[in-house]
């Protein structure tokens, strides 16, 4: 599927074709939640990085967050780069290196219908705010922490769950 998105002001225009349309993981960490405003529920989509088509590039920015080193146990930057519109501030993709292919916009900036997701996925429940409500419905997952699935996998299962009924 190919989405559209762009940031609030429209200064920056993208598409990117996305086999995981589905936006399913509502993350709560702080990253997500002040980068991103809100509650999080941030990066939940997985698009091809190769088709990844920019309009406006001169006005993005790149935003790598400083993490926990667990080798250290200090802090460290994040390898993956967060880019977000500099005229208005508002979040377009997450890209990280150590999956060159892939990209995740942020279901935010998606201007195309998504599909509802029939799961969700509640991670990082852990780190979230004391503000933030967990509407989780039955068959939803809950994570304190990042859960070992990955977006893929998660699609993957769904698309067998939905086989096997």
């Known amino acids: 599927m190919q989405l559209e998105g762009s940031c609030h002001c429209g200064c920056?225009?993208?598409?990117?074709?996305?086999?995981?349309p589905y936006p399913f993981n509502q993350c709560c960490c702080s990253i997500c939640r002040k980068t991103a405003g809100g509650g999080g529920y941030?990066?939940?989509?997985?698009?091809?990085?190769?088709?990844?088509?920019?309009v406006g590039g001169e006005y993005i920015s790149v935003y790598q967050a400083i993490i926990n080193d667990p080798e250290t146990g200090g802090k460290k930057e994040s390898p993956g780069q967060r880019s977000?519109?500099?005229?208005?501030g508002s979040t377009l993709w997450q890209w990280d290196p150590r999956w060159p292919e892939l990209v995740h916009p942020f279901a935010s900036a998606i201007d195309t219908d998504l599909p509802l997701p029939p799961k969700r996925?509640?991670?990082?429940?852990?780190?979230?705010?004391?503000?933030?409500?967990?509407d989780a419905g039955s068959s939803d997952s809950m994570f304190d922490e990042y859960p070992q699935e990955s977006l893929a996998d998660w699609h993957l299962r769904l698309m067998k769950d939905d086989r096997d009924t």
Do not use: P, R
């Open 84 to 88: 977000f519109c500099k005229k208005c």
């Open 12 to 20: 920056v225009h993208f598409t990117v074709d996305c086999s995981q």
């Open 42 to 54: 941030a990066i939940n989509l997985g698009g091809d990085y190769a088709t990844l088509e920019v």
């Open 121 to 134: 996925t509640h991670m990082m429940l852990g780190s979230k705010a004391s503000w933030v409500k967990v």
